[in-house]
Nanobody, 125 residues
């Protein structure tokens, strides 16, 4: 059974950090590009970051460049999002997503096939 399970969210003060994790199972992890999306209340879901299956190619939304770092461990079937310098506008539910690779590059502007349930990140003083 395919599963994506996020963890690591929480309440953090502005300027703080978190490490979000996504555990994947039930599919050939190495064949998939992975991504993080987020959705804030009343807003559309937006792509945050993606990483190619081999971990060589990454991409980030402009709003998080320089603050967020995506990584993956193919041996463990894990993808991570290190989030630093958090701002109140980063408050959202963060979702992990998987897309079977078609090209060598990942993209935040394509449909992803599999999704996790999300983990809440709240940035507030």
């Amino acid at each position: 059974q395919l599963q994506l399970v996020e963890s690591g969210g929480g309440l953090v003060q502005p300027g703080g950090s978190l490490r979000l994790s996504c555990a994947a199972s039930g599919f050939t992890f190495y064949d998939y590009h992975m991504a993080w999306f987020r959705q804030a209340p009343g807003k559309e879901r937006e792509g945050v970051s993606c990483i190619s299956r081999g971990g060589i190619n990454t991409d980030y939304a402009d709003s998080v460049k320089g603050r967020f770092t995506i990584s993956r461990d193919n041996a463990k079937g894990m993808v991570y999002l290190q989030v630093n310098g958090l701002k109140p506008e980063d408050t959202a539910v963060y979702y992990c997503a998987a897309r079977r690779r078609v090209s060598s590059l990942c993209s935040l502007f394509v449909d992803y096939t599999y999704w996790g349930q999300g983990t809440q990140v709240t940035v507030s003083s």
